[in-house]
Nanobody, 118 residues
Framework: QVQLVESGGGLVQPGGSLRLSCATSIVIFSTYTIGWYRQALGKQRELVAA???????NYADSVKRRFTISRDNAENTVYLQMNSLKPDDTAAYYC????????????WGQGTQVTVSS
C-alpha cells in the first residue's frame, strides 16, 4: 500500500522558517507530479506548490518568493522550504502525488500542522 508521510510541521514565529518533508513509498516515484496543499480552519484546501516529473515548479501567488518546492527522486521524497512565514500560512499541509501517465493514480498524505504565531 502506498504511503505518503509528511513531517516537519510545528509552531514558528512570524518571519521564521520551516522545511516540510513528504516521504513516499511510491514505486517509480519519478513518474509522479507532487504537490503541497494546505487547508486552514474553515477554508477550502488550496494548492501551495507543485513539482512535475521534469522538475517544473509552480506556486500559489501568496507563497511565491517565500516557498521553494524540490524533490529527491533517489529518496522518493519531496520538500517544501518555507521562509518568511506569516500567520496566514497557518494550516494543515498535505502532500499529494499524481501519476502523469495512465493509469493516473493519486495519493494523499495525512498532513502536518503548521502554526505561525507569536
Amino acid at each position: 500500500q502506498v504511503q505518503l508521510v509528511e513531517s516537519g510541521g510545528g509552531l514558528v514565529q512570524p518571519g521564521g522558517s520551516l522545511r516540510l518533508s513528504c516521504a513516499t513509498s511510491i514505486v517509480i516515484f519519478s513518474t509522479y507530479t507532487i504537490g503541497w496543499y494546505r487547508q486552514a480552519l474553515g477554508k477550502q484546501r488550496e494548492l501551495v506548490a507543485a513539482i512535475t516529473t521534469g522538475g517544473t515548479t509552480n506556486y500559489a501567488d501568496s507563497v511565491k518568493r517565500r516557498f521553494t518546492i524540490s524533490r529527491d527522486n533517489a529518496e522518493n521524497t519531496v520538500y517544501l522550504q518555507m521562509n518568511s512565514l506569516k500567520p496566514d500560512d497557518t494550516a494543515a499541509y498535505y502532500c499529494h502525488a499524481y501519476r502523469q501517465f495512465p493509469p493516473r493514480y493519486t495519493y494523499w498524505g495525512q498532513g502536518t500542522q503548521v502554526t505561525v504565531s507569536s
